[in-house]
């Protein structure tokens, strides 16, 4: 295999998700590039900002996440499929069920260097870094992310609320 490359990937990302089953040919894909981790940290260059935007058109959203100890981005859905893959640090992934009145924990998953995971368009989920460490990543939607309207759950009643960044700032919660 040869080093990874962001812009071969990219591209194998956006011919995975035209194909017949874009879900589990995204997934594949990813799993198989991120078996070297540390050949995407060598290769990914030193964003500055906490996202960015790789590519996006109607089919397919790829982006560089980067979580920042002490941020726990509230829980919120994505409306489509999101695949999840981390290359340094580690993200701790709640997820949860919204019952009547209430946000309910059903689980969490540490998602460490090499590690994939797909999360469904009505999953939801609230992110923070682990063990005190930047954790960067990609993420792969199955839509144009910046063009869906998504959801914001209140982490106590559950209530929903548009994902707009000022609701994003009133819900996110600072550590310390
Ligand atoms: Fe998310």
């Known amino acids: 295999m040869p080093d990874f490359d962001l812009e071969s990937f990219v591209l194998e990302m956006r011919a995975a998700a035209r194909a017949d089953e874009p879900i589990k040919k995204v997934r594949d894909a990813m799993t198989r590039a991120f078996r070297d981790p540390a050949a995407i940290r060598a290769a990914m260059p030193e964003y ?23 941020l726990h981005v509230p829980p919120h859905d994505h409306q489509t499929t999101a695949t999840i893959g981390v290359y340094a640090g580690a993200e701790d992934n709640h997820f949860y069920l919204c019952e009547p009145g209430k946000l309910v924990h059903k689980s969490s998953r540490r998602v460490g260097p090499g590690e994939v995971i797909a999360i ?12 005190g460490k930047d954790s960067c990543g990609i993420h792969v939607y199955l839509a144009a992310l910046t063009k869906i309207e998504r959801s914001l759950f209140d982490w106590n009643s559950g209530d929903v609320r548009p994902y707009t960044e000022e609701n994003y700032d009133a819900m996110k919660r600072i550590a310390g």
């Open 48 to 70: 500055e900002n906490d996202d960015e935007i790789l590519f996006e058109d109607d089919s397919v959203s790829i982006w560089f996440v980067r979580f920042a100890p002490g």
């Open 120 to 131: 469904k368009p009505d999953g939801i989920h609230s992110v923070e870094a682990a063990d």
